[in-house]
């Protein structure tokens, strides 16, 4: 991997004390924005570029709760989402949860029985099992997530999937994801780690489960009525299901984020498992163009970068088109050597191959 150059990504001190600067899950960049979350809260944050046009760092953060914007599952408003992708198109940013269930880690001073019975603990989070689609306006000229806006005598809402629309929910009866549904995310269970948006497709890139080697990427068509403008429904493919599946060669690894990138889409990948590395950044070929459920390999799809990685740290999670053929990539985890003496992350600005 070869660095093009690097960023400063300067938070507030109470995201720093949140560790959303060492959680990053996801970011997207929107002009002279970065949006940016972490997988251990319930918000979004936003970053201003300090230049717009050759930006040395993004700051000035603003967080944003989902639960002012929508209406979250969970009885704790600020429960962690595990927000794990967010998506900027037309009028609208993007963000959906991992809906993973997780297992009790074992730590340093658990032994013994007491050790084994935290393994077996299995859970939830209801904030985890959102797909919201948040407006955004400008404000005092800067891009800001509303709750509503008119456009063109359009109202356009903060909406969410909800009901019998819940994404766990629609995979019950699949043959090829709803076994995995009661298993943890890091077991190699349903994980929703990237989400990429063009036109009226969404996509949902999954982290696992990896099934003989090949990822899959859920492809979702939502819409809103008039009656209902804050809940977003799902359009029937033509088999009647309310998503159509691809899987993916990515070399035995699952997806950690999706990016559009024209008609094509950039795909994060790494361990589904809680191992450290390979990560690898790949190219879906005309993705947006699909018309049918797809087996993506052979020339369909192209390794585009190999990325580094630590040993329990520096793991890739989130990446974004950053103009002139170069991606931008954060971590989670970050190696010692991102976090500045004066409280700012480093993240990577990378060349893609043309």
């Known amino acids: 991997m070869t660095v093009d150059h690097t960023v400063r990504l300067r938070f507030s001190d109470d995201s720093r004390a949140a560790a959303t600067h060492t959680n990053l899950s996801a970011v997207r960049r929107d002009g002279p924005v970065l949006w940016i979350a972490g997988d251990e809260t319930a918000t979004v944050e936003r970053l201003l570029a300090d230049n717009p046009d050759k930006p040395a ?17 969970g009885a704790d408003a600020d429960e962690e989402a595990d927000v794990e992708g967010l998506a900027r198109t037309g009028h609208f940013l993007w963000a959906v949860g991992s809906h993973s269930l997780r297992r009790k880690q074992i730590r340093g001073h658990h032994d013994g029985p007491k050790a084994l019975k935290r393994l077996a603990r299995v859970e939830g989070q209801d904030n985890r099992q959102i797909l919201v689609r948040l407006p955004v306006a400008d404000v005092g000229g800067v891009p800001t997530p509303v709750r509503e806006k008119v456009v063109d005598g359009v109202v356009h809402r903060a909406a969410a999937l909800s009901g019998r629309d819940d994404l766990r929910r629609m995979l019950r009866d699949d043959e090829h994801l709803a076994p995995f549904l009661p298993i943890p995310g890091k077991d190699n269970g349903l994980d929703i780690e990237g989400i990429a ?9 999954l982290r696992g489960p990896v099934l003989r080697g090949w990822a899959f990427v859920l492809e979702l068509r939502p819409y809103v009525t008039p009656d209902a403008p804050a809940r977003l429904r799902l359009r029937p493919f033509e088999d009647g299901r309310p998503y ?3 899987v993916l060669d990515l070399d035995g690894l699952g997806v950690r984020d999706l990016c559009p990138d024209g008609d094509d889409l950039l795909v994060l990948a790494g361990p589904t498992m809680a191992l450290d590395g390979p990560v690898r950044v ?3 070929h005309d993705a947006a163009r699909t018309g049918m459920p797809s087996v993506v390999r052979g020339e369909l799809i192209s390794r585009e970068l190999e990325l580094s990685f630590g040993e329990g740290d520096d793991h890739a999670e989130g990446l974004s088109t950053y103009g002139d053929d170069r991606i931008l990539v954060v971590y989670d985890s970050p190696a010692l050597s991102r976090l500045t003496a004066d409280g700012a992350v480093i993240a990577d600005v990378l060349r893609l191959p043309r």
Request: proline content about 3%; cysteine-free; glycine content about 6%.
């Open 57 to 73: 760092e993004f700051g000035e953060e603003t967080r944003f709760r989902l639960a002012d914007l929508v209406d979250l599952p």
């Open 197 to 205: 948006v063009r036109d009226d497709r969404v996509y949902l890139g």
């Open 282 to 284: 790949y190219r879906w």
């Open 244 to 246: 159509r599946k691809h």
